[in-house]
C-alpha cells in the first residue's frame, strides 16, 4: 500500500514553470509541510462557475472532482441568499432566528420522521466529533467500529478514525478497523459479510473491556474507493451494532444532498440510523454542517452537557443552506443526478468492455468510482495517477481514491450535463490510449 496521499503533487518531481514553482514556494513556506496540493502540476484556480473552474490565464477546467459546490460554483441563487442576510445580521444560536428553525424545519422534513433534531456545526469533522460524543453519552459506550480506509475529519477524536490521513494517525485503542464492505465480484452476500466484521469488532470490544458505541461509516465509502452496491447491503450491518448495543451513524457529508440521486446515501439502504452527520454541499462551499439525531439520543447527551458552537448554525451560514435547498428542487438536480449518473456509467461501462485496465465502475447517482488494474506495463496505481495527470493536462479534474490508491475518483456538481460527461469519457479514452503507447511512469 502507498503511504502518500493519492494525487499528491509531489515537490521537485516535475520541472514547473518558474511562476507556478514560486507560487508552490511561498504557499510551502506560508503554510508549512502538512499540506497537500494536487496533480503533478498545481492548479492556480481564480473562478468558478456551474461545473467549471478558470486558472489565473482564464484556462477553463470542467469539474468533474469538486462535491462542495453541489449545485454548482458560485450559484447566483446561494451568492445572492449569502449577500442579503449577510447585509441584514449575522449573530449565533443563542438567539431566536426563523431562518435557522425554518431550513431545521425544512432539513428534518428530507429525513425519516424519527430522527427528530437537527444540530449545527462549522464541519464535518465536527459534525463527526459531535456525533460520536452524543453516540458516547447515549450508550455509556466508547468503542467505534470504522472501515480500513475511512476518513470522518480532523479533530483529535475524529483523526483517530480516519486512518486515510497516513500512517503517522494513530487509531485509538477504542477504535476497532474492519475492511471495506466489498472488494470486486463480492457479490450479494457482502451486507452479511459485512456485518459479520462488524460482530467480530464488537466482540473484540468487548472481551477488551469496552462497550461498542458506534458503527461510524460513508455511506457510500468514498476514500475507501467507492463500494455502493447492492443497494440495501447496509442495513445488516446497522442491525448488528445495535444488537451489540451500539448506534449506527450515517458520515453523509460525502453522500448526503443529492449526489447519489436522492436525497441521503443512507435512503438506499432501507435502514434508518441513529445519528446522520452532514457538511461539504450543504452551503455549497460556505462552511455549515451539522447532524440529525433520535431525539432520546441528544437527550441523554443534553442531560449533563450543553452545546453551543460560535459560528455553527449562524443565519448567513443558513441563508446559504436553505437556497441550496431551493436550487436542488427547482433545477431537478437529483434527477439530473440519476439521469447523467446513468449515461456517465453506462459510458465507463463500455469503455471498460474495450480497455482491460478499466475494473469496477461503482457509482450511485453522481458518486463514482472506476477501479483501475494492473498490467504488466503499470501497476494499477501508477495508471489511475496517470490518468488523473492525463485528464489534468486536458482540463478536465478527477482524482484517485481506495487503499491502493487505484480507483477514479468522480463527484462533480450537480449541475453536470450529458455533454460533461462525453467529455469526461472522450478524454479518459484519449488519455488511456496515450498510456497504451508510453512506458509505465514515463513523462
Ligand atoms: N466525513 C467524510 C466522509 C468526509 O469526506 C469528510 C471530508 N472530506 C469529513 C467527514 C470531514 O469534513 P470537513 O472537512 O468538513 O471537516
Redesign the pocket.
Known amino acids: 500500500m502507498r503511504q502518500a496521499m493519492a494525487n499528491a503533487f509531489v515537490p521537485g518531481a516535475a520541472l514547473l514553470p518558474a511562476e507556478l514553482e514560486a507560487r508552490v514556494a511561498r504557499r510551502a513556506r506560508l503554510l508549512g509541510p502538512a499540506y497537500r496540493l494536487f496533480y503533478e502540476r498545481p492548479l492556480h484556480i481564480v473562478r468558478g462557475e456551474g461545473a467549471y473552474l478558470y486558472d489565473a490565464d482564464g484556462v477553463r477546467y470542467l469539474d468533474a472532482y469538486n462535491n462542495v459546490p453541489g449545485v454548482g460554483h458560485c450559484h447566483p441563487k446561494v451568492v445572492e441568499a449569502l449577500t442579503r442576510q449577510a447585509a441584514l445580521l449575522n449573530t449565533h444560536t443563542r438567539y431566536l432566528h426563523d431562518g435557522v428553525l425554518d431550513y431545521a424545519e425544512r432539513l428534518l422534513a428530507t429525513m425519516p420522521p424519527a430522527l427528530g433534531h437537527v444540530m449545527f456545526t462549522?464541519?464535518?469533522?465536527?459534525?463527526?466529533d459531535l456525533a460520536l460524543r452524543i453516540a458516547q453519552a447515549a450508550t455509556g459506550g466508547a468503542g467505534v467500529i470504522i472501515t480500513a480506509y475511512?476518513?470522518?475529519?480532523?479533530t483529535q477524536a475524529?483523526a483517530q478514525l480516519?486512518p486515510c490521513l497516513g500512517q503517522g494517525v494513530v487509531v485509538g485503542p477504542h477504535v476497532r478497523v474492519i475492511p471495506a464492505p466489498t472488494s470486486p465480484g463480492a457479490g450479494p452476500d457482502v451486507g452479511r459479510r459485512f456485518a459479520l466484521s462488524v460482530r467480530a469488532a464488537a466482540e473484540d470490544l468487548l472481551q477488551h473491556g469496552i462497550q461498542p458505541a458506534a458503527l461510524l461509516v460513508?455511506t457510500v465509502f468514498?476514500?475507501d474507493g467507492n463500494y455502493v452496491d447492492p443497494a440495501g447491503f447496509l442495513a445488516e450491518a446497522a442491525a448488528e451494532i445495535r444488537a451489540q448495543g451500539g448506534l449506527f451513524i450515517a458520515?453523509?457529508?460525502?453522500?448526503g444532498f443529492g449526489r447519489t440521486g436522492g436525497m441521503w446515501g443512507f435512503s438506499r439502504h432501507g435502514l434508518v440510523p441513529d445519528l446522520v452527520?452532514m457538511?461539504?454541499p450543504m452551503g455549497n462551499g460556505h462552511?455549515i454542517?451539522g447532524l440529525a439525531a433520535r431525539p432520546a439520543l441528544v437527550q441523554a447527551f443534553a442531560d449533563t452537557v450543553r452545546y453551543f458552537n460560535t459560528f455553527g448554525g449562524n443565519p448567513v451560514s443558513v441563508a446559504a443552506a436553505n437556497a441550496v435547498l431551493d436550487v436542488l428542487r427547482d433545477e431537478g438536480l437529483m434527477e439530473r443526478a440519476v439521469e447523467v449518473g446513468a449515461h456517465l456509467k453506462r459510458g465507463f461501462v463500455q469503455l471498460a468492455a474495450s480497455h482491460p485496465c478499466l475494473g469496477e465502475v461503482r457509482s450511485a447517482g453522481l458518486a463514482f468510482g472506476v477501479a483501475l488494474r494492473e498490467d504488466d506495463a503499470w501497476s494499477a496505481a501508477d495508471r489511475t495517477s496517470a490518468l488523473v495527470n492525463g485528464l489534468r493536462a486536458r482540463r478536465i479534474l478527477v482524482s484517485a481514491s481506495g487503499i491502493a490508491q487505484d480507483v477514479l475518483k468522480i463527484r462533480p456538481p450537480l449541475c453536470f450535463s450529458r455533454e460533461d460527461a462525453d467529455a469526461l469519457l472522450e478524454a479518459t479514452a484519449a488519455v488511456l490510449a496515450e498510456l497504451a503507447d508510453r512506458p509505465a511512469g514515463g513523462a
Open positions: 462549522c464541519s464535518g469533522s465536527e459534525a463527526n475511512a476518513y470522518h475529519g480532523v475524529v480516519s460513508d468514498t476514500s458520515d453523509e457529508v460525502q453522500a452527520t457538511g461539504k462552511p454542517a
